[in-house]
């Protein structure tokens, strides 16, 4: 994998929710803060409505502002140590972009009309991709989030991938897969990463279930991802409910982000959700809008609610910082039950363990040395093998 792409934890950014690219460069600093030191766009190119349905992907959208506008933004980035990821959306594009018509297999991408679907069998349809894809990489981005890479052949992705990483050799790739064989998918593409989804799903629906075996059952097959490259985790992004709204009690969403933060995989943070945002995601037109919304002008113009969550967000991202191994660490549960779970994380002769306790009680850990260092928690227990109701913690 890229030598740096294993230190990036991204903060990801919907532009035409949260607001121009001039006012995304001004809370560059706040991502820092947070610990994030990468800076993961939504769609940034000239489109139709939501960005999805592209209509030049040589064009910034004039709604984000122009491109001595993204030059900007990417020089303000490099000058924090930050690194920038593009929204690719070559699956399909807008009604209105312009192409021969053997460039479009004539169907609509899932039942959405206002979108025109890419044959990706079509050589000049891979070089246009190739061309894009290069293009903004010499701008000076780092990569691409591929957006619906599960609809584009796997050989597709394998042959264009090879001809741009000629040119920027130093690129990352990570796919959007919401399920499949994970192992099989980095293989047969060459991606260097996919979003765990079924990692996702399984940290909060265990939670409101208090049912760990669901996660423990997930992070033995996250294992099997981890062999064949390292997946960027989440739980939250742009598609989906707001963890915040997602989780059936509050005092849980520490137990969330513990287990995001110990475990392996390359993070990404959805704005808002360090604010603990709420928004539900609905089935209908317009239904994303409540999960991609402005953000104010400055830092500072955010309610009082949401810097605990902040702060809170800052510990584990340390944490992770102080561990960068966990990365690539395996996570296995040595005790589990269905409202408590030891999840041990290991890489190369390094350990930590994360407890989480989902119940009314304080929880007893069995075979927790009294002496085990605790480098964050809940609560100030005492005895490291004890855990208080609703409570967590990481030791060492």
């Not at 030191?37 to 910034?60: C, K, M, W």
């Not at 053997?102 to 890419?118: A, M, N, P, Q």
């Amino acid at each position: 994998m890229n030598s740096w792409a294993g230190h990036a934890i991204w903060w990801h950014v919907y532009p035409l929710g949260f607001g121009p690219l001039r006012q995304i460069e001004q809370w560059l600093d706040y991502a820092v803060e947070l610990g994030a030191n990468g800076l993961q766009l939504g769609p940034v190119f000239a489109s139709e409505t939501h960005g999805y349905d592209t209509t030049d992907h040589f064009r910034i959208d004039p709604r984000l502002g122009d491109e001595a506008d993204f030059d900007a933004l990417i020089t303000a980035a490099r000058s924090r140590g930050v690194r920038v990821l593009l929204d690719g959306v070559f699956n399909h594009v807008g009604r209105s972009f312009q192409a021969p018509a053997h460039w479009f297999t004539g169907g609509d991408f899932e039942g959405h009309d206002s979108l025109r679907e890419l044959d990706h069998s079509q050589p000049e349809v891979q070089d246009h991709v190739v061309k894009v894809m290069q293009h903004w990489l010499e701008r000076g981005i780092d990569g691409w989030r591929l957006d619906v890479a599960y609809g584009v052949p796997p050989e597709f992705w394998r042959a264009a991938l090879a001809r741009v990483r000629e040119t920027a050799p130093d690129s990352w790739f990570v796919g959007e897969y919401i399920q499949g064989d994970y192992p099989a998918i980095l293989r047969e593409t060459t991606l260097d990463s996919l979003t765990q989804y079924e990692l996702w799903k399984a940290i909060w629906s265990s939670i409101n279930d208090g049912n760990f075996f669901e996660l423990a059952w997930a992070l033995e097959r996250h294992a099997a991802v981890l062999a064949a490259g390292v997946p960027m985790t989440f739980v939250g992004n742009h598609d989906v409910t707001r963890i915040a709204s997602k989780l059936d009690d509050p005092r849980h969403l520490a137990h969330a982000l513990a287990v995001l933060f110990t475990v392996g995989g390359i993070p990404s943070l959805y704005y808002g959700d360090e604010q603990a945002f709420t928004g539900i995601k609905e089935d209908r037109a317009g239904g994303d809008d409540a999960i991609r919304p402005a953000f104010p002008a400055t830092p500072g113009e955010l309610a009082e609610f949401g810097w605990p969550t902040y702060r809170l967000h800052q510990r584990l991202i340390g944490l992770r910082r102080r561990n960068p191994w966990l990365t690539y660490a395996v996570t296995t549960a040595p005790h589990l039950t269905n409202q408590a779970v030891a999840l041990t994380s290991t890489h190369d002769g390094n350990w930590i363990t994360t407890l989480l306790n989902l119940s009314d009680e304080p929880y007893r850990f069995p075979g927790i040395d009294p002496a085990a260092e605790v480098l964050e928690s809940s609560a100030d227990a005492g005895d490291p093998a004890v855990v208080p109701a609703h409570g967590w913690a990481v030791i060492a």
